[in-house]
């Protein structure tokens, strides 16, 4: 899948969906000071009722995300899937 692909896809997801965003609470992340948002999502895919409900750590010194938790369900079952996703940003420099 391409990067277009996959904001299509989010994309997609948003206009038939619903999202909701909250913050929850400053709180440090391996040392790091970063907001904690919890995030609830609900769309269908391929005929399914999908559900996602996560948390979201975001950097307060860059913005960027530092780690992501998400749980997936779908069909009345509360969770199936569960993801961590952790960032880390070392020795970044832009394309030449």
């Given at each position: 899948m391409t990067a277009q692909d996959a904001l299509k896809q989010e994309k997609e997801k948003e206009d038939h969906g619903k999202?909701?965003?909250q913050f929850l609470r400053n709180e440090p992340?391996?040392?790091e000071p970063s907001v904690l948002f919890y995030l609830h999502r609900e769309y269908?895919?391929?005929g399914e009722k999908i559900i996602e409900d996560g948390q979201m750590w975001i950097s307060k010194t860059t913005g960027?995300?530092?780690r992501v938790e998400e749980d997936?369900?779908?069909q009345g079952i509360p969770v199936n899937?569960?993801?961590l996703t952790?960032?880390?940003y070392g020795n970044v420099q832009p394309p030449m």
């Open positions: 999202s909701t965003c992340l391996n040392g269908e895919q391929a960027l995300p530092l997936w369900g779908n899937e569960h993801r952790r960032f880390e």
